[in-house]
Each structure stands twice: as C-alpha cells, then as structure tokens.
C-alpha cells in the first residue's frame, strides 16, 4: 500500500492530467512507483455513533453556531459539514430537507473520518480536492499524520504540502493554506511590472474565462442608480450563497446569505445611503442551478430592504465602471472578495472579514473577526477607516493576478492546458470534464503540469 496515491476523485476530466502529474511529481519525491487509486468510504466507528447520539440529544445540530464549532477528536468536523451543507443546492429548498441533509453530511463525515484514521497508517502520499468542504477532514487529519498531501484549490493551482517537515504544521488548518501570506523580498517594482494584466481586467472582467458567459449591462440604464451615485456612502459586494462558505475560516457569520442580511440591516438602521451590488456570477447561466439559488436569494432580500436608501443592483456591471463613477469617500464592504482588490488599487477604502483568501499579516482592509468588531466598524466615519498598506496590496494583487503560479498565470495547469493543446479556456470552460486530446498532448500536458506544481513552505 505504501505505493498507492490515494485521492479524493477519479482519474475523469481534468482530473486525469492533474492526478497522473501528481504521480510522476510523487514518483521523483519519494522515490517509488506510485500507481493511483481512488479512496473507497467505509462506515463510521461506533464511538461516532455515540457522539452523535449524544450531541442529538443536546440539540447540537439545530444550532447554526454550535454545528459549526461541532469537533470529534481534535478535528473541527462542523465546519467542513457546514461548508458542504450550503453547497448543496437542496439545502436552500425548505428547513426539512436542510435537516435531512445535516444527518446525511454527519453520517458522511463519519465515514470519511474513519477512513482518513485507517489509510495514514499505510499509505504516504494523497490527492485531496475541495478540501474546504468534506474532505477538509481527510486533509485536517492526514496533516496531522506527517503525509505528503497534493491539491488544487484557488487561489493556488496544483500544490503540494510536506508534511513530515515540521515548520509546515502551520498549514493544518485548512484556512491557513489557502490564505496567501507575503511573499518575501517583495518590491513595488515587481508587482508593478506586469499590472497592466489586472488593469485590463479591471476594465474588461470578460477577459476572466469563467466570466465570458456572463452579459454586463451599462450602468447608465439604471436612473434610480445613476441619479444616486454620487449619493452613496457605501457600496456592499454580495457573494454566492452556496459557493465557497466558510473555506478561509470563521467570523461569527456560518453562512454569507446571514453575513449580507446581517450588513444591510445595520446600515439600514444607520440611515445611510447603500448599494448592494449582485455578483456577475448570479447572472451566468452556464454555472447552472447554484447562480439560479443565489439569485433567488438575492432578490428576496432585495425586496426585503429596499427603500429610499437602500438600493439593489440586481443585473451584472462592471466594477470599474462603477468605481469610476462613485464618490472616492464611498466605502466598499465585501467577505473576501477579489472586487476589494480593484477598489482598493483606484483608491476606496474597504471593510472586509479576517476570513479571506490572505493573511491577517497582509494589512489592506478594516477587517473583523466577529460580529461586535464587524458592527463597530460599520459603525466608523470614513475618516476612521485606514487606507491600504500600498506594498502589501501590490503584493497580494501580485500573487492572485501576476504571479506565474496564479490562477492567470503561465503555470497555471489550466494555461498548461490551453497552450499545448491549442484550446482556449473558454471553451475549456464550456466542456469541462469532457474535453479530449490524443496521446501524444496528453502525455506532453501531464509532463509539464508535473513540473510546476507548486510547493507550498511555511
């Protein structure tokens, strides 16, 4: 067994190049002939069934806060349930099958959790995917165990983590690998070198694959907007409510549909003027029942606080247009998202939560851990408010748009993709998992993915 590649998924899609890349990566690492297998699920121990029972009993898993903080032996089993709990589209349907899906993603992780204990004992090297979801407890636990653990997971691309290093115990927590942290002998020089890149898709965000599907509006056909732009003293980002939750850690909010609720009442009660802008992802169709759901859910709130200060922006603009256009005293509020990195490089200050995709060393938001902090800050005048540390912004914008390993960059197993077998990434988009080569690119593919995937040192 300890010449077996365990993973999460199987060698389908996509998959099928990232996995046989990891392998000749493993293979050279450690020195052995790995052949790959995916994992099989065996059932939960009786002591989880007691655990349960238990936790049943004291009303556990009908608390939104209390089913978050959930741990069984030293792993924050909660967290990784509720993440995948509000990614299921079902979830979003009624109460009752919201309850039926947490005992179905207890019973699961139980299983994965067993299973996680069992494989560290014979086996070295794994592929873990979506790790901030279910299988974040393979990844908590194999971590613990000193193992070799592959995965790809924005904003990185194909990675690996030592574990059997110690410095590298800091990444166990899920939240601590995909936060990117600065990148050291940093100079502004550098992150400038290439900004004309993010630049560009500040003014042309099509020019992102995902987002190709996506019809951007003009701002000017909307008079109520238009008319009041000058006028708004914050601007709130929405993000999707079933994608992502809670993947880069806790702040006092389980969910980003409670997070957004909770933002526009306290500045409702504020009495000051708001624009609650949807995210273009609502308005793609090609990302299919999750961008109905989010849009659904972004409407009801729309109507129920709408009002004479509170606007909804409920069709996809560009953000550097509307940056163009607001006051410069606006405030910009988003959880985590990338539209902060825009707003703070034309000059905005922003408000974010701890919990996004950089580190807390990186000082370029007002940012919260809880939601007394976050109240207080919503609560703060615009002189209050710090700009960014301009190093550190053109640090983390570096790593996210510029960087060679970015998701934009020539690394980028999906540019690796592109480039050798002439397909463009959006068409690779469209396809997904049903995307063909012949042997010979294939082979070619697979060789240059295994050579840049990215290690990951504390």
């Given at each position: ?43 939960p121990s009786i ?100 193992k070799l653990i ?177 006051n410069k005293k ?129």
């Amino acid at each position: 067994m300890d010449k077996v590649l365990l993973s999460t998924v199987d060698e389908h899609g996509f998959y099928k190049y990232i996995l046989n890349a990891v392998k000749l990566h493993a293979n050279k690492k450690l020195k052995k002939n790995f052949t790959i297998k995916k994992l099989k699920l065996i059932s939960p121990s009786i002591n989880f069934f007691f655990f349960l029972l238990k936790n049943l009993f004291l009303g556990v898993f009908f608390d939104k806060q209390k089913l978050l903080k959930l741990n069984y032996k030293d792993c924050n089993i909660g967290k990784y349930i509720s993440s995948a709990l509000y990614r299921d589209t079902s979830s979003h349907k009624s109460l009752f099958i919201l309850y039926i899906n947490i005992f179905k993603y207890l019973y699961i992780a139980g299983k994965i959790f067993n299973t996680a204990i069992k494989i560290s004992n014979n086996n070295q090297a794994f592929y873990i995917d979506h790790a901030g979801y279910l299988n974040g407890i393979f990844y908590e636990i194999l971590s613990k165990k000193k193992k070799l653990i592959y995965s790809n997971v924005y904003p990185r691309g194909v990675f690996f983590v030592d574990f059997r290093k110690k410095e590298n115990f800091f990444f166990q927590k899920v939240e601590n690998l995909l936060r990117l942290r600065k990148l050291k002998n940093f100079t502004n020089k550098k992150g400038k070198k290439n900004i004309n890149f993010f630049e560009k898709i500040l003014k042309k965000p099509e020019t992102i694959p995902y987002m190709k599907s996506t019809k951007f509006n003009k701002i000017k056909r909307f008079n109520l907007i238009t008319n009041n732009i000058d006028k708004f003293e914050y601007v709130i980002y929405a993000h999707s409510f079933t994608d992502a939750q809670l993947w880069y850690g806790h702040d006092g909010f389980v969910t980003l549909y409670d997070w957004l609720d909770f933002t526009i009442k306290e500045l409702k009660e504020k009495n000051v003027s708001v624009l609650v802008k949807g995210h273009p992802n609502f308005y793609n169709k090609s990302i299919g029942l999750m961008s109905k759901i989010d849009k659904e859910k972004f409407t009801y709130l729309s109507k129920k606080y709408n009002s004479a200060k509170i606007f909804f922006l409920n069709t996809p603009i560009k953000n550097g247009e509307l940056l163009k256009k607001i006051n410069k005293k606006t405030i910009l509020i988003s959880h985590h998202g990338t539209a902060l990195l825009e707003g703070l490089y034309s000059g905005f200050k922003c408000i974010s939560s701890i919990a996004t995709f950089w580190n807390p060393q990186i000082k370029i938001t007002n940012q919260w851990k809880n939601t007394n902090e976050y109240r207080l800050l919503l609560n703060k005048n615009w002189s209050k408010l710090k700009f960014p540390n301009k190093t550190h912004l053109l640090n983390i914008i570096y790593q996210v748009f510029l960087d060679d390993n970015s998701a934009y960059g020539k690394n980028y197993y999906l540019e690796i993709f592109s480039k050798t077998s002439k397909i463009t990434r959006e068409r690779m988009f469209k396809l997904q998992h049903n995307l063909k080569v012949n042997k010979k690119i294939e082979f070619k593919i697979i060789n240059k993915i295994s050579q840049n995937i990215e290690e990951i040192n504390y």
